[in-house]
């Protein structure tokens, strides 16, 4: 084993005492976490809030995915190697790496390789080695840019990889202001499609330069009809039959929400409903997507000691790009 010289055993943290909202996160100190065989001790740098960051600690998932308290939430992070445990090749304190970890209470739902961690909004998190959604960090992409895009690019990739977009075919983006969709944007007028994309009236230059052919307001009147495939990166799973209704027959209806959508939530029978969550690394994982060259938006910068208060943010405000915590 291998440890790097930490100074102190504690740690501050963004931390959930109990299920509740995130108005209830204070910021306070835990012990510091140690690695056991297969795991990496990293001291982050940097981390990225996600919609799980406030979901699971709510208590809405409480009887399939229970949580221990204190809890640390945090799922994307770049950082440096502390300490390696048993077992772990590949990697080496001092090595710069990112990635994507979930809580350890989603174990059942995860793959083989399962990729969990401590939670990584925190001065340290135990994360583990041999899983494709960890990697090293490359020289050219800052530690705040690798941070908000663990789980954008991962998502923007099983995206595109399922929807197979071709030339010429028009789309429309349900949410792309957020981190997936300033992530996922680009992407589709990189492979030629027409993209139209909600958005505020202050967000819609941002997406316009970001490949938008055209952007929209939020309300369902107000969106195309005929497209060819539509992406919902932010209504809830039984909420789609307004964007269903803006796909052609025949088309595709991509969706990346809980809870995970029906056929007949949608109602259309004509048109190929895709639930994306890539959990096994199918479609790569952050190796790829630090050889992808992926763009992030990053609406907004907090501190640790604000932490807490950007989980809130993420939870009441409307933001764009991903809001990330420097650690």
């Known amino acids: 084993m291998v440890r790097l010289w930490i100074p102190e055993d504690l740690m501050r943290a963004v931390i959930a005492g109990d299920y509740g909202p995130p108005e209830g996160y204070t910021v306070g100190e835990l012990p510091v976490p140690r690695p056991g065989p297969g795991q990496l001790l990293v001291r982050v740098a940097a981390a990225s809030i996600n919609p799980g960051d406030v979901v699971i600690p709510s208590g809405r998932f409480r009887d399939t995915t229970p949580l221990t308290f204190p809890h640390v939430p945090g799922n994307d992070f770049a950082g440096t190697v502390a300490e390696t445990g048993p077992g772990v090749t590949g990697y080496a304190e001092g090595d710069e790496i990112f990635g994507y970890a979930a809580p350890r209470a989603l174990r059942p739902m995860l793959g083989p390789r399962p990729s969990m961690s401590t939670g990584s909004l925190a001065e340290y998190t ?103 495939a539509a992406f919902n990166l932010t209504l809830p799973g039984d909420a789609l039959t307004g964007v269903a209704a803006a796909v052609r027959p025949g088309g595709r209806l991509l969706t990346i929400t809980f809870p995970v959508p029906r056929q007949d939530w949608t109602g259309r029978d004509d048109v190929e409903l895709r639930f994306v969550l890539d959990m096994e690394g199918v479609h790569g994982g952050m190796r790829e997507v630090a050889d992808a060259g992926l763009r992030a938006t990053i609406g907004r910068r907090y501190t640790l000691a604000e932490g807490a208060q950007a989980c809130v943010d993420f939870a009441r405000r409307h933001t764009t790009g991903k809001l990330v915590v420097v650690v």
Do not use: K, Q, W
């Open 126 to 228: 135990v994360v583990e080695a041999d899983t494709p959604f960890v990697a090293h960090r490359p020289a050219g992409l800052t530690a705040e840019h690798a941070a908000a895009l663990a789980t954008t690019g991962l998502t923007a990739r099983a995206l595109m990889a399922t929807a197979g977009v071709r030339p010429g075919e028009r789309v429309l983006v349900v949410g792309a202001t957020g981190g997936v969709g300033t992530t996922l944007v680009p992407l589709l007028a990189a492979a030629g499609a027409e993209v139209v994309a909600t958005a505020t009236d202050e967000d819609a230059g941002l997406l316009r330069d970001l490949g938008a052919a055209e952007t929209i307001g939020y309300a369902e009147p107000g969106y195309p009809s005929g497209v060819d």
